[in-house]
């Protein structure tokens, strides 16, 4: 078995799951005991300033949205690139946190790039394998780009990034002309 762990999963059209439809999934965690990872793509209503107010020990005076990283109920998570309080790095540049402290402090700092979910996404053993093999998702190196980045249009930026790198080898095989007039 090959991890995913650090891949973007993109949501292909024929995933019947509604919870999933046009997400994407950095995996986080991924062994022979099943996967877990957080929809990247899904920001809330409630934004960080909100439930600080109601779980921070200090105010906080941040408008980003809390993201709904899945359908699975679980604490606090976040992405951020502050290597002072990872508490496991994910990618290089992306590190992942869910101890109250460390999330008080990106809340805090702001100086770096965080982003918070509640709940997860989550498979058992041999899961997500099946959902793959059956076109349910699409795989793609994750980067930090896409993780700190709009969510509006991730999904459709990375099903574009997947269609040119299967496209790019068939168009270099046949050859381009050099000017559109020679087809």
Not at 149 to 165: P, V
Request: charged share 20%; with cysteine.
């Amino acid at each position: 078995m090959n991890s995913l762990e650090g891949f973007l999963l993109i949501a292909s059209p024929r995933l019947p799951d509604p919870n999933l439809c046009r997400t994407v999934v950095l995996i986080i965690q991924h062994d022979q005991q099943g996967a877990f990872g957080l929809i990247l793509n899904r920001p809330t209503d409630n934004t960080v300033e909100e439930i600080w107010e109601m779980i921070g020990e200090q105010p906080c005076d941040n408008h980003q949205p809390i993201n709904l990283g899945g359908p699975v109920g679980g604490p606090l998570l976040a992405l951020h690139n502050d290597l002072e309080v990872s508490e496991r790095e994910i990618l290089p540049g992306v590190h992942f946190a869910t101890h109250k402290d460390h999330l008080n402090h990106l809340v805090a700092d702001q100086m770096h790039q965080f982003r918070i979910f509640t709940g997860y996404s989550g498979w058992g053993a041999g899961q997500l394998e099946g959902e793959i093999k059956v076109g349910g998702w699409m795989k793609l190196p994750a980067s930090a780009d896409y993780i700190f980045s709009d969510a509006e249009d991730m999904w459709k930026r990375a099903a574009q990034a997947i269609g040119e790198k299967v496209t790019r080898p068939l168009i270099a095989k046949s050859g381009i002309p050099a000017s559109p007039t020679f087809n």
